[in-house]
């Protein structure tokens, strides 16, 4: 089992950025792929971007790509979303998601068996 705590949402104006965090505990001894969705309000939760256990592999959605950037630190069980230029369309409910695997990682929402409680960012124009 893991837990995930997402922080670091809040309000900021276009053009900002923000950096989330998602502190995993429980069985982080075992390599698990992680990953950040988020759901604006009627519509659907999509996948912003993922990274496998060892850092060798990311991928970002196009609307993020440029912008957002993935990391993770392996020592403090966190992984960080850095966005970048953010705008109003980035408003949305952010979730942090993992799956127990090594080397690959994954892009449907269906995947993941851990979820945050998410965290809410806004972005004004």
């Known amino acids: 089992q893991l837990q995930l705590v997402e922080s670091g949402g809040g309000l900021v104006q276009a053009g900002s950025s923000l950096k989330l965090s998602c502190a995993a505990s429980g069985r982080t001894n075992n390599p698990y792929v992680a990953a950040w969705f988020r759901q604006a309000q009627g519509k659907e939760r999509e996948l912003v971007a993922t990274i496998n256990a060892n850092m060798q592999a990311t991928y970002y959605a196009d609307s993020v790509k440029g912008r957002f950037t993935i990391s993770r630190d392996n020592t403090k069980n966190t992984v960080f979303l850095q966005m970048n230029s953010l705008k109003p369309e980035d408003t949305a409910v952010y979730y942090c998601?993992?799956?127990?695997?090594?080397?690959?990682?994954?892009?449907?929402?269906?995947?993941?068996?851990?979820w945050g409680q998410g965290t809410q960012v806004t972005v004004s124009s």
């Open positions: 998601a993992a799956k127990f695997h090594t080397y690959a990682y994954y892009l449907r929402e269906s995947d993941y068996d851990y």
